[in-house]
């Protein structure tokens, strides 16, 4: 469900809410229609339970994050440049809205359901095609290290994106996220970019 009506994306942003304050477990229907004051046949009408909110909510996730790749991997920018972009925006987004957060790194939540765990791992799968391609590049122009396989450099970018929202998940949301990650990226470009080789006259 890419497109929402008026209706649905007031009961999707509820259900972010209540995620955002009260965590994953208590979103219910009953939960959303007491937060927007409406029965349980009036929402039941615009989504068939708790798992349709949930996808449309990956929904809404894919449709941001890939109208960013598709903007970032068609600007000049160099590779590098591309997944710092990447990067950075996704922390400002995770930010800026917590229940979103949440959901995407909630591995309860993609072990209890399957359908939706399903659609995560799509969406996943699409982006990291997107971003390899600039790891790639950037390797080719001599930016990061060429030595290790694109897909690790990939997968230590995203590993260390969602260590940082889980340590912050974990803290209760006790420190400044965005900031956070702009000197987490400064410390991974500096691992990544490619080291010239140094002599030393005797």
Request: aromatic share 8%; with cysteine.
């Amino acid at each position: 469900m890419s497109d929402l009506n008026r209706r649905q994306s007031e009961i999707v942003n509820a259900a972010l809410e209540i995620i955002a304050t009260s965590g994953v477990q208590e979103l219910t229907m009953k939960n959303v229609g007491r937060r927007l004051d409406m029965t349980d046949a009036a929402l039941y009408r615009h989504f068939s339970g708790k798992q349709d909110i949930l996808l449309a909510i990956t929904d809404l996730f894919e449709v941001s994050s890939t109208r960013l790749l598709e903007r970032i991997t068609a600007s000049p920018a160099t590779g590098l440049t591309q997944v710092k972009m990447f990067f950075l925006d996704r922390c400002r987004e995770f930010a800026a809205n917590r229940g979103l957060a949440l959901v995407m790194f909630s591995d309860e939540l993609f072990r209890s359901d399957k359908k939706v765990s399903n659609r995560f791992f799509e969406i996943m799968s699409r982006h990291r095609d997107l971003l390899l391609n600039a790891v790639i590049q950037a390797q080719q122009n001599g930016e990061i290290n060429r030595t290790p396989p694109p897909d690790h450099l990939f997968m230590i970018v995203m590993g260390a994106l969602r260590l940082l929202v889980t340590r912050w998940r974990s803290s209760k949301f006790s420190f400044d996220l965005d900031a956070e990650g702009s000197r987490l990226w400064l410390s991974l470009e500096d691992l990544l970019k490619e080291k010239k080789n140094e002599t030393t006259d005797h």
